[in-house]
């Protein structure tokens, strides 16, 4: 089954927040599908249905106009979506909970979490479960998401074994041996997309390669060996690799 890129509708009045949604995402390796500054730009967008998931800025226009398109892709289209909010108090949850949005994200927020935010809601929403936290994440997600088909797959990050850079793309090879394709550089991956309590358990070995340092079973000379094959260690990398393994030598 062929991997797509999630698609993101993105509904926000401001052009600066847009601008920066867009250039996150773009990195991320998430699809723009549409995008509207405007309750009635957004309609069409909503209508139009070619989105996996919607960003939705609740106050468009200094109203809470928002939540009733929320409402509509909720309810009517059956999809996820992320409330943008400058605040989170108990009003806005309360006048937000009948839209069943599977997650907020506050301004100003990181790209990371912009990252984990998207992956927590399409994760409740799969899961069939409310958002469990109304705040901008601060928690990093074990796993992540993509898109096989319709359908989302979810990968556990103590199940990957390596990432190999692939010009502007990240390969990710599992355990049992598949290999998933996300539009997002290794140096981007390494930065945002792998939690940051999980940063320790991963090693560049060379310009191109990242190891879980759980699967290697061995270094021989600049070999990394794991059950599957061997990967080179470049001399760039090497006093890393070692002090990170704790070799001490």
Do not use: C
């Amino acid at each position: 089954m062929m991997q797509r890129d999630i698609s993101v509708l993105v509904i926000e009045d401001e052009e600066t927040w847009m601008q920066q949604i867009k250039h996150n995402l773009n990195q991320f390796g998430f699809n723009v599908a549409g995008f509207a500054y405007t309750i009635d730009g957004a309609l069409p967008a909503i209508r139009a249905n070619n989105f996996d998931i919607a960003l939705l800025d609740i106050n468009l226009h200094g109203k809470n106009s928002g939540i009733e398109l929320g409402k509509m892709i909720s309810s009517t289209l059956k999809k996820p979506f992320i409330f943008i909010t400058s605040s989170v108090h108990d009003g806005i949850i309360e006048e937000t909970a009948s839209a069943m949005p599977s997650a907020f994200l506050t301004k100003p927020f990181s790209p990371a979490s912009l990252y984990i935010s998207i992956q927590s809601a399409i994760h409740h929403f799969s899961a069939g479960q409310l958002p469990l936290q109304t705040k901008t994440p601060s928690a990093s997600l074990n796993s992540f998401f993509v898109k096989l088909g319709n359908k989302y797959v979810r990968i556990e990050w103590q199940n990957v074994v390596s990432l190999r850079s692939e010009i502007n793309h990240t390969h990710i090879i599992t355990s049992d041996k598949n290999t998933y394709l996300i539009r997002s550089s290794l140096q981007k991956t390494v930065q945002h997309i792998i939690p940051e309590a999980l940063k320790n358990d991963f090693v560049q070995i060379n310009r191109a390669e990242v190891l879980h340092t759980r699967y290697i079973e061995k270094i021989i000379g600049d070999e990394a060996v794991t059950a599957s094959r061997s990967f080179t260690i470049t001399d760039t990398y090497i006093k890393n690799v070692k002090q990170q393994l704790n070799i001490i030598s």
